[in-house]
């Protein structure tokens, strides 16, 4: 199959334009809870790394299962072996960079004195239970937008990472807001 601009453009720019639109909510959303971030800066500093690491992650898993599905070691079935395995890969290497990003933020955030009335256990349970939650839901969009798009004749490689990272910042903006409720911090 024989890809020239053009084509890429046809097939992209209704699905960015609706990308667009998408992110344009995830900011709305920002800007409601603008005082309450402006309470804990911590937070505010943390939704963009929040958001990168699950588009990252997504991309990455949505790159590696469409050159599955070009090359033929993976199938068309939620059952393939490999689609678990990259599945799970993706989670715990998010788990992981949450984990350390948390740390890192927190200290940082601790050094130049944007950190109130919030423990270092209770930030990093935030981070990593919403980064759970979000790489949990951008791993399977990532998957299913490799599926549908392959299976209409597009390329996976040009529709997923729009998707996963349109997904990923608005889903990210409201894991953060429902786990700092669920944990109970004064947002």
């Known amino acids: 199959m024989i890809y020239s601009w053009k084509k890429i453009v046809k097939h992209g720019l209704p699905l960015l334009t609706v990308t667009i639109l998408i992110e344009i909510f995830a900011g709305q959303i920002l800007q409601g809870k603008q005082e309450a971030l402006l309470l804990f800066p911590v937070f505010l500093i943390s939704i963009p790394v929040i958001n990168s690491i699950s588009g990252n992650i997504g991309s990455v898993l949505g790159a ?58 209770e930030f990093v349970a935030i981070i990593i239970l919403t980064g759970f939650l979000l790489i949990s ?36 903006i409201i894991f953060l807001f429902i786990v700092i409720g669920l944990i109970g911090v004064g947002i």
């Open 137 to 172: 839901v951008v791993s399977f969009i990532s998957v299913l937008t490799a599926f549908i798009s392959f299976k209409r004749g597009l390329d996976p490689d040009d529709m997923v990472a729009p998707v996963v990272t349109t997904v990923g910042d608005v889903m990210g």
């Open 64 to 121: 590696r299962i469409a050159s599955g599905l070009h090359v033929g070691y993976i199938n068309l079935s939620l059952k393939d072996k490999e689609i678990h395995d990259n599945f799970l890969i993706s989670i715990l290497i998010g788990l992981i960079t949450y984990l350390i990003l948390a740390i890192v933020i927190y200290f940082l955030a601790l050094f130049g004195n944007l950190i109130e009335d919030i423990a270092l256990i």
